[in-house]
């Protein structure tokens, strides 16, 4: 009775918020239809906008270069060999006119970039007579040029001085190369766009490049002519006697040049396209409202079981008994739950058993060097001091190196983990000071190629950079360097060669230690820098170790804020990379040569650091 309660409530929370969703998504489904009429017309309105800018902008700089051309004509007009050549430059920079030229105020072109037209009298044309009206520029209308029979207009320009006209700079623009000013495509083929000239003649339209050629003009109802009046049209639907679609658009007029530029969009493709939408989104929102109500009704039927099973995993937990799993499946917060509770007690047991294999390596890492030291001490007890030959004195002085190294590794171990301890308690701190990283870890690797040559292996020092100030505690990146090394040389057989290398960068440097050895499985890449975590967990593996050393390198990186990685593959070496940030420093705040550390203490850090590493 009380699940189906439960049920019932969430049958009514769900009608209660779906209904309304319901509703106010077929309005708004609805509703963008209408804005998508809105925003088609608002993009033909900035598509006529930026083109209508574009041509202006053409036209505009052939004024200015033909403003340019006849004050530097009109300075000298009678050296028409120079003039002439002159055109020629200018028409080469402009691709998309055939000709410009100096026409006198009698209407005859006395010099041009082409010279078979020179002495030709074009006084009667309109936009000469506009000139000589007295308009300072002008652009005609759409012409079939004579000579060869394409589509052209012609933009000119009047060249006065001091108020008096001495004479017009006309260009000749062919209207198939608009296509370099103007763009070629818009979108999809329901769009058009285009240039009408002041009669009303198309003299570009998107993906016809010879429609000036044709002549064709706009119908007398169209758009087009109250444009040329002025007036922007907008029009949401109209019907073209020539072809019997509706369309959409925008006829946009060209500032003071009585030219339109249009943008359209077929209305019939565009409504028929946004009513095939119309209908998927109405029959997508019912099915998903559907499938919803139903993937509801069997959510709710299954919140009780699994809420029960979390309920009764709990209170076995809690009485002592890790071995229960809940086991939930699916991807809601039950399932999550399920599987963070599950996962939480496979946590548990797994900490418990890295915990006790932890003690046990432990345990051999004490006992181990612990044996070796009673041994020599009873060896050494039973001789008689008297009379010492120096066989003997030999004997004893290697029975006191054995315990003297076998006492660096439990100092190491006690170390490691006092370190380990003061970090989780956040007591570590850096102590902060200036150093030239470079020579220090140069420094470094040099003090250790004793014992690096005591196993036959070869160590190799190398940077891109002689010096490099770093803001660092020099005590920990020792610490980490040496780790670095320890671990290349354990793992490194006779032969074997070890890299230790520095790049530099703007924001960091990267210290890399490479080796020759025996590599990581890909499968324990990632488990090393984890606490306790050793690849080789036996208690007869071929090299001593806690599994912390690379933890607490990993730490100390990180208390540096930088970060460090391993590449490796099986047999093939391995190599490890520390990215340290580079901070603002004050060179001068703390001089190099105060973090350098003792010889002395230098070497007795490697001797601890590298006690687990045994010479032949």
């Known amino acids: 009775m009380k699940n189906t309660s439960i049920k019932m409530k969430l049958y009514i929370i769900i009608a209660v918020v779906m209904i309304p969703l319901l509703i106010v998504q077929l309005f708004s489904i609805f509703d963008n239809f209408q804005h998508g009429i809105e925003m088609e017309l608002r993009s033909d309105q900035d598509f006529a906008e930026v083109l209508a800018e574009l041509f202006q902008n053409y036209i505009r700089q052939i004024w200015a270069v033909e403003w340019a051309s006849g004050l530097t004509i009109s300075e000298n007009p009678k050296d028409k060999a120079f003039n002439r050549k002159y055109l020629r ?42 000139i000589l009206n007295g308009e300072e520029r002008v652009i005609s209308e759409l012409i079939i040029d004579r000579k060869l029979s394409v589509p052209t207009f012609v933009i000119a320009r009047a060249i006065r001085k001091e108020n008096k006209l001495v004479g017009i700079i006309a260009a000749t623009v062919i209207t198939e190369k608009l296509n370099q000013v103007l763009p070629e495509n818009r979108i999809s083929d329901r769009h058009a766009f285009g240039l ?13 490049y010879d429609v000036a050629s044709r002549m064709i003009k706009a119908s007398e109802e169209s758009p087009s002519y109250k444009a040329l009046k002025g007036e922007r049209q907008i029009i949401r639907k109209h019907r073209t006697s020539a072809c019997g679609h509706n369309y959409m658009g925008v006829y946009q ?86 599987k963070a509770f599950d996962h939480m007690v496979t946590s548990i047991e797994e900490y418990d058993r890295l ?56 100092l190491r171990l006690m170390n490691n983990l006092i370190d380990l301890t003061r970090m989780d308690a956040g007591f570590m701190k850096n102590h902060l000071t200036v150093v030239n990283i470079v020579a220090f870890i140069e420094d470094i690797t040099q003090s250790v190629v004793r014992y690096a040559e005591a ?108 970060t460090i990685e391993v590449k490796s593959e099986p047999d093939k070496g391995a190599e490890f990379i520390v990215i340290l940030p580079v901070l603002d420093v004050d060179a001068e705040a703390v001089p190099i040569s105060e973090v350098r550390s003792d010889n002395m203490d230098r070497v007795q850090k490697i001797d601890v650091e590298f006690s687990d590493i045994y010479s032949d």
Not at 257 to 277: G, P, Q, R
Not at 465 to 488: F, T
Request: proline content about 2%.
């Open 355 to 410: 915990k006790t294999q932890f003690f046990a390596n432990l345990s051999h890492e004490f006992k181990t060097p612990l044996n070796i030291i009673l041994t020599s001490l009873q060896l050494v007890d039973s001789m008689h001091l008297n009379g010492i030959n120096c066989s003997i004195y030999n004997k004893l002085k290697n029975y006191f190196r054995m315990m003297q190294q076998n006492c660096y590794r439990l």
């Open 196 to 208: 009408i000239d002041c009669n009303g003649t198309f003299v570009y339209k998107q993906g016809i």
């Open 455 to 562: 196993k036959g292996i070869c160590i190799i020092f190398d940077t891109d950079v002689e010096e490099k100030v770093l803001l660092c505690d020099p005590d920990k990146i020792e610490r980490i360097i040496l780790n670095l090394l320890s671990n290349a040389m354990k793992f490194t057989g006779q032969g074997g060669t070890i890299w230790v290398s520095i790049q530099d960068g703007p924001e960091s440097i990267t210290i890399s230690v490479k080796d020759t050895g025996i590599g990581i499985p890909k499968d324990k890449a990632g488990l090393i820098f984890e606490r306790f975590r050793q690849v080789d967990t036996s208690l007869h593996r071929a090299n001593e170790g806690s599994g912390i050393g690379l933890s607490l390198v990993k730490g100390l990186v990180e208390a540096h804020h930088g």
């Open 253 to 338: 007029p060209i500032g003071a040049i009585n030219w339109v530029v249009f943008a359209t969009t077929n209305y019939d493709e565009f409504v028929s396209a946004a009513m095939a939408n119309l209908r998927r989104d109405i029959v997508l929102l019912l099915a998903l409202t559907v499938a919803s109500l139903y993937l509801a009704i069997q959510i709710s039927s299954q919140i009780i079981n699994p809420a029960r099973r979390l309920e009764e995993a709990a209170n076995i937990i809690s009485a002592g008994d890790f071995t229960i799993r809940t086991h939930i499946e699916g991807n809601d917060e039950l399932a999550a739950a399920g």
């Open 89 to 130: 430059e200018v028409k080469a920079v402009l691709p998309t006119i055939q000709a410009i030229g100096w026409v006198s105020t009698d209407g005859i072109i006395e010099i041009c970039s082409d010279k078979t037209i020179e002495g030709l009298n074009i006084k009667d044309r309109q936009y000469i007579q506009r």
